[in-house]
């Protein structure tokens, strides 16, 4: 896909914030939401997450039902002022990460900048061997079908809807 | 179902993230701020806004927080279903989980705590042996030094 179309402020948060409270759907239609570390690849209009094939609940969820969402509402870390909360629902594919591809590096890169101290786990050798689940990934490519947007994380007030539209 | 251990560590909190799902039947989240009555063993949510203020069904609250080096983790998920009630929209929880499955805490495993992070290990490794016994899988070997290059990059 190309491009989302979307406001600065909205780009910001889904480029910025370090994590999002992301949900799936059980079997049962429960919801279940965790704090998640997001990437925005831009370039293809999506928002991407993975997770390690030890703890493989969303993966497994999304699989049976693509439909989930991602609130951004937390703006620890990411220095933005005054951002706006941000809610992205939309349909995912689930990929094993059994080959690197130049999205998967970008989202790598990015989440150890977010995180330094996971660098330690990773250059010392008995860490990395003993954690070498952490690193076996599965990742989920969202792709959005609807954008709600609460201007100063204001949850007084009802969203406003942006839907979503691409770069032509 | 009640966890008042879960429940103290939860008003640690001044908001959290209420989800259920909505017509469409996709997932629907906002952050709010929840009272818990030990007493009732319901969460209630008063002034809510739309799309929230209606909502009915299966739903979860989370409760999360973290450094600004996404160190010092904390969550907490409450799973339950809400409905309208005298004061607000009331949550009746069904379950109460932790992201380490602990009953007493929402603290995540962190390296000042050894005994979590051994923990942490077992149940990663073990978990991660059931996923490539189910799919029948060899992953591929992880190539570190690339990793570590790539995190070199500017």
């Excluded at chain 1, 759907?25 to 279940?32: D, G, M, V």
């Excluded at chain 1, 689940?133 to 949850?155: K, N, T």
Aim: with cysteine; aromatic share 10%.
């Amino acid at each position: 896909m190309p491009p989302l179309r979307l406001p600065p402020e909205v780009e910001a948060v889904l480029g910025g914030f370090f994590t999002c409270e992301f949900t799936t759907l059980t079997r049962q239609s429960q919801p279940l939401t965790w704090p998640t570390l997001p990437y925005y690849d831009q370039a293809a209009g999506r928002l991407i997450i993975t997770v390690s094939i030890a703890f493989p609940v969303k993966a497994e969820n999304a699989r049976r039902n693509p439909h989930v969402a991602m609130l951004f509402s937390d703006p620890t870390g990411s220095g933005l002022s005054d951002p706006p909360a941000v809610l992205v629902q939309g349909e995912a594919t689930v990929q094993e990460l059994l080959e690197a591809t130049p999205w998967s590096w970008e989202l790598f890169r990015v989440s150890s900048r977010r995180q330094p101290d996971s660098r330690k786990y990773l250059a010392n050798p008995l860490t990395r061997r003993l954690f070498s689940f952490y690193f076996q990934r599965i990742a989920l490519l969202v792709q959005p079908r609807e954008i709600y947007v609460w201007p100063h994380r204001d949850f007084t007030r009802p969203p406003d809807r942006l839907g979503v539209q691409y770069v032509e | 179902m009640w966890n008042k251990q879960l429940a103290a560590a939860a008003r640690a909190y001044s908001t959290g993230i209420l989800t259920t799902v909505d017509a469409g039947g996709y997932p629907v989240s906002v952050r709010c701020s929840p009272e818990l009555d030990d007493s009732q063993e319901v969460i209630t949510f008063r002034d809510l806004a739309p799309p929230a203020a209606g909502w009915e069904g299966p739903a979860c609250l989370l409760f999360h927080r973290h450094d600004a080096r996404l160190e010092q983790q904390y969550e907490l998920l409450i799973k339950g279903r809400v409905a309208p009630g005298p004061a607000g929209l009331v949550l009746r929880p069904e379950g109460w989980l932790t992201g380490t499955g602990s009953a007493q805490t929402d603290r995540m495993p962190h390296a000042g705590a050894p005994g979590d992070l051994i923990r942490f290990l077992l149940l990663g490794r073990r978990k991660a042996r059931e996923y490539l016994a189910k799919h029948q899988e060899r992953w591929p070997p992880l190539d570190f030094a690339e990793m570590l290059r790539q995190l070199d990059k500017p």
